[in-house]
T-cell receptor, first 116, second 113 residues
Framework: AQSVTQPDIHITVSEGASLELRCNYS??????LFWYVQSPGQGLQLLLKYFSGDTLVQGIKGFEAEFKRSQSSFNLRKPSVHWSDAAEYFCAVFPHYGGSQGNLIFGKGTKLSVKP | DAGVTQSPTHLIKTRGQQVTLRCSPK?????VSWYQQALGQGPQFIFQ???????QRGNFPDRFSGHQFPNYSSELNVNALLLGDSALYLC????????????FGQGTRLTVV
């Protein structure tokens, strides 16, 4: 069965420091992969997505993620964190079975706190 | 474009009652999916509606049911509420040919007491 694991429940970084949030997935084929961000009391906002091609993808708000098939990972990175990045981050896989129909399977999320 | 809108924002219900949550999809979208996000968890897929029919369903009991209207808006109904149904319910809309491009609403926070 498809699944997504986010090993870190809570991460605290200092403002201006770099960030890496880990994500591992289990899926039988090349997955569609996503990172979403959720601010308190809010819905989900898409940061970036990977379907195929270049394994380093750029997203909004200065985020990027790298797909590593050999490690079944899709880690999210940001070179310099801003206080406004404090939120919860969700990695998700979309089992597409070759088409565009399907649903998202989410990890449990990583809560990011930013120290001034 | 108002995006995906959900109502109400917050709701408090008593155990055993029934609840209806509503979702209006983003303009141009014809497919609506519902997710349940329990506290401290990631969203879990409940079901998806397209052409007024349930197209896919996650691992949720029959107490969870839905409906899609001709204007593509959707309702999520939960019967015989349990304390464990307390969660943020998220609606996502997409176009039938671009299921990966889902937009989420702000959610409805349901508290069962």
């Amino acid at each position: 069965a498809q699944s997504v694991t986010q090993p870190d429940i809570h991460i605290t970084v200092s403002e201006g420091a770099s960030l890496e949030l880990r994500c591992n997935y289990s899926y039988g084929a090349t997955p569609y992969l996503f990172w979403y961000v959720q601010s308190p009391g809010q819905g989900l906002q898409l940061l970036l997505k990977y379907f195929s091609g270049d394994t380093l993808v750029q997203g909004i708000k200065g985020f990027e993620a790298e797909f590593k098939r050999s490690q079944s990972s899709f880690n999210l990175r940001k070179p310099s964190v801003h206080w406004s990045d404090a939120a919860e981050y969700f990695c998700a896989v979309f089992p597409h079975y070759g088409g565009s129909q399907g649903n998202l399977i989410f990890g449990k999320g990583t809560k990011l706190s930013v120290k001034p | 474009d108002a995006g995906v809108t959900q109502s109400p924002t917050h709701l408090i219900k008593t155990r055993g009652q029934q609840v209806t949550l509503r979702c209006s999809p983003k303009s141009g979208h014809d497919t609506v999916s519902w997710y349940q996000q329990a506290l401290g968890q990631g969203p879990q897929f409940i079901f998806q509606y397209y052409e007024e029919e349930e197209r896919q369903r996650g691992n949720f009991p029959d107490r969870f049911s839905g409906h899609q209207f001709p204007n593509y808006s959707s309702e999520l109904n939960v019967n015989a509420l349990l304390l464990g149904d307390s969660a943020l319910y998220l609606c996502a809309s997409s176009h039938r040919d671009r299921g990966t491009e889902a937009f989420f609403g702000q959610g409805t926070r349901l508290t069962v007491v």
